[in-house]
Structures are given as C-alpha cells and as structure tokens.
C-alpha cells in the first residue's frame, strides 16, 4: 500500500507540474520560464521536480503532446463528418483555423517546439511515445482519408498522389497557422490584410488544387 500511494503522490506532483509548465509555456516566451517559475506554479520544490522529470527538455516534451492532444480532441468536437469528401476537406481545414483563433497559444508553442525542441530527444521512450502522438495528430486530420473518399465518390481528382498530397496539406496549413499566431502582426503590416484571409485563401487554393473538375 505503501507503494501505492507513493506512485499515487508522485503521479499527482508530475500532472500538476505539466500542467503548470504548460500554463506558462502558453502564457509567457518559453525563454522566460524556469523551473523555479514551473515549481512555483504547481506548489512543488525541485527535489520534487527532479524526481518526476529529468530536465526542462523532457518536460517540454510532455507539454507538447498535451497541446497536440488538445488540438485532435477540438478537431474531432467541432468537425461536422457530414458531405462529400471535397467538402469534409473544407471543413476539416476550417475547424482547424477556428481551433487556432480560440487557442492560437497552442499553434505558437507546437511551432517554438518544432524550431527547438523537436530533435533534442530526452530519452528513447518518451521520444517514442511523442512520435506515436506526431502520427495520431495527423490521423487527427483525417486527411488521406477524406482525400480517398473524395476519389471515391467523383468530388476528388483521383490521379493525386494520396500520400503525398496529404503531407502537403498537413504540412502547407500548419506551417501558415503557425506564422500567424507567431508574426501575425508583422504580416498583417507588411502585406495590409487579414490574417484569417490569408488562411482562407490558402484553403481555397488547396480546394481547387484536389478538387475534380466538371
């Protein structure tokens, strides 16, 4: 029992301290933010800190995969799984924007993560667990197949490469996503429009691009 309630304590003190890592994560510049900061945040000392994880890194790592799940649980609320494939596309990639005007804290950390983080591999397990969550983020998105539904039913052009332009997809929206909750305001001077039509033009041009012509 003694065990038990060990593991029980420390399982407690390690959810408590993602959770605070990932409230200042979001909240401040990740450069900003020190173990003290995190420790502070969840009512912890770093005797605890360090019996939980190893470094800032590998915290970071969990932080990460919080915010991805965060994201495939909203797409997969607010994703109306109703039409043809060409238009379940269009949808997908919409509640895809709506997600980052709700939380565009999120979209900025996966980017700082990607930029810095992604290949610093804190140990062999949780680099395995991270890449198993990389994958289910985009089955999250459904995008192969809404892609071969589409050639299915005549709404998709069916000489597309599935793989392939399923990594663009993915790849082309989050990148713009990510610019916009990083620079937005920089973008929105230097070109003189709305970011949210920028994103919705980007979307329109992908639509075009895989749908079947008449």
Same mark, same amino acid.
């Given at each position: 029992?003694?065990?038990?309630?060990?593991? #029980?304590? %420390?399982?407690?003190?390690? #959810? #408590?301290? =993602? $959770?605070?890592?990932?409230?200042?994560?979001?909240?401040?510049?990740?450069?900003?933010?020190?173990? /003290?900061?995190?420790?502070?945040?969840?009512?912890?000392?770093?005797?605890?800190?360090?019996?939980?994880?190893?470094?800032?890194? &590998?915290?970071?790592? #969990?932080?990460?995969?919080?915010?991805?799940?965060? !994201?495939? $649980?909203?797409?997969?609320?607010?994703?109306? *799984?109703?039409?043809?494939?060409?238009?379940?596309?269009?949808? @997908?990639?919409?509640?895809?924007?709506?997600?980052? /005007?709700?939380?565009?804290?999120?979209?900025?950390?996966?980017?700082?993560?990607?930029?810095?983080?992604?290949?610093?591999?804190?140990?062999? &397990?949780?680099? &395995?667990?991270?890449?198993?969550?990389?994958?289910?983020?985009?089955?999250?998105?459904?995008?192969?197949?809404? @892609? %071969?539904?589409?050639? &299915?039913?005549?709404? =998709?052009?069916?000489?597309?490469?599935?793989?392939?332009? *399923? *990594?663009?997809?993915?790849?082309?929206?989050?990148?713009?996503?990510? %610019?916009?909750?990083?620079?937005?305001?920089?973008? /929105?001077?230097?070109?003189?429009?709305?970011?949210?039509?920028?994103?919705?033009? !980007?979307?329109? !041009?992908? =639509?075009?691009?895989? /749908?079947?012509?008449?």
């Amino acid at each position: 029992m003694g065990t038990t309630w060990h593991m #029980e304590v %420390r399982n407690k003190s390690r #959810e #408590e301290i =993602i $959770q605070a890592a990932q409230h200042l994560f979001l909240l401040l510049d990740f450069s900003d933010v020190g173990i /003290k900061d995190i420790c502070t945040r969840a009512g912890v000392s770093r005797v605890t800190f360090y019996k939980c994880f190893n470094s800032i890194v &590998e915290l970071a790592f #969990e932080v990460q995969i919080n915010v991805m799940s965060e !994201m495939i $649980q909203f797409i997969d609320k607010h994703f109306d *799984a109703v039409g043809t494939g060409i238009q379940k596309l269009e949808k @997908i990639l919409n509640a895809w924007l709506e997600f980052v /005007k709700m939380y565009p804290n999120h979209m900025k950390y996966i980017g700082f993560f990607d930029h810095y983080y992604r290949d610093r591999n804190p140990n062999p &397990e949780l680099t &395995e667990r991270y890449k198993v969550f990389v994958h289910e983020d985009r089955n999250g998105m459904r995008l192969s197949e809404l @892609i %071969r539904q589409g050639m &299915e039913d005549g709404t =998709i052009r069916d000489d597309l490469d599935v793989k392939q332009t *399923a *990594a663009v997809i993915f790849e082309s929206t989050i990148s713009i996503l990510q %610019r916009m909750t990083s620079i937005g305001e920089t973008i /929105k001077q230097e070109h003189g429009v709305q970011l949210e039509d920028i994103a919705k033009t !980007m979307f329109d !041009m992908v =639509i075009q691009y895989v /749908k079947k012509k008449a």
